[in-house]
């Protein structure tokens, strides 16, 4: 079963909880951190960000993305983002791939996430 799914046009987590504005975090030399609720992550994001600086690990910082799907409002569905995160979930994506996919022009973004979605995911 998929981590993440659409159900009349609204993105759902595994638990069924309906996620209206979704993001993930991304370590670009490792991959998913988290993902959830915009609001939530941002605030998580800017915390986890400002103590690995203020203990002096700003080299990881640095690697730390913060990626609001609401960005690609008219640009990416429900599904093809639903299909983004669930790649990322289920195969640890790596964050540089990832972040290539998303820096990618909009016919190679769906081109992309086609080819994920055809695979499974």
Do not use: Q
């Amino acid at each position: 079963m998929l981590p993440l799914k659409v159900i009349d046009g609204y993105i759902f987590n595994e638990e069924g909880t309906e996620i209206s504005n979704v993001s993930a975090m991304i370590d670009i030399d490792g991959g998913l951190m988290k993902y959830g609720e915009a609001d939530w992550l941002d605030e998580y994001y800017n915390t986890v960000i400002h103590r690995y600086n203020g203990l002096g690990l700003s080299d990881i910082a640095e690697k730390l993305v913060l990626i609001k799907f609401d960005g690609y409002d008219g640009i990416l569905s429900k599904e093809e983002i639903c299909t983004i995160l669930n790649y990322m979930v289920l195969c640890s994506a790596n964050g540089n791939r990832i972040m290539k996919i998303l820096m990618s022009d909009e016919s190679e973004i769906h081109k992309e996430v086609t080819r994920l979605n055809e695979v499974g995911y």
